[in-house]
């Protein structure tokens, strides 16, 4: 499956300074706004495009 998801820039402060976190899986240590994260697979989007979810 996914093995990288590497950002290239923080979403917090866009910075470029970003090293894989001991966190976790897909965790990720912002070294300019030193900020941690999770990158998370949602899903894939639907054929259409459209988020389509009624109940
Ligand atoms: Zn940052």
């Given at each position: 499956?996914?093995?990288r998801a590497a950002p290239f820039h923080c979403p917090y402060c866009?910075?470029?300074d970003l090293r894989p976190s001991e966190a976790g899986h897909g965790a990720w240590e912002c070294h300019?706004?030193?900020?941690?994260f999770q990158l998370k697979f949602?899903?894939?989007l639907s054929p259409g495009g459209a988020h389509e979810?009624?109940?």
């Amino acid at each position: 499956m996914s093995e990288r998801a590497a950002p290239f820039h923080c979403p917090y402060c866009g910075d470029e300074d970003l090293r894989p976190s001991e966190a976790g899986h897909g965790a990720w240590e912002c070294h300019g706004c030193r900020r941690a994260f999770q990158l998370k697979f949602l899903g894939l989007l639907s054929p259409g495009g459209a988020h389509e979810q009624r109940d």
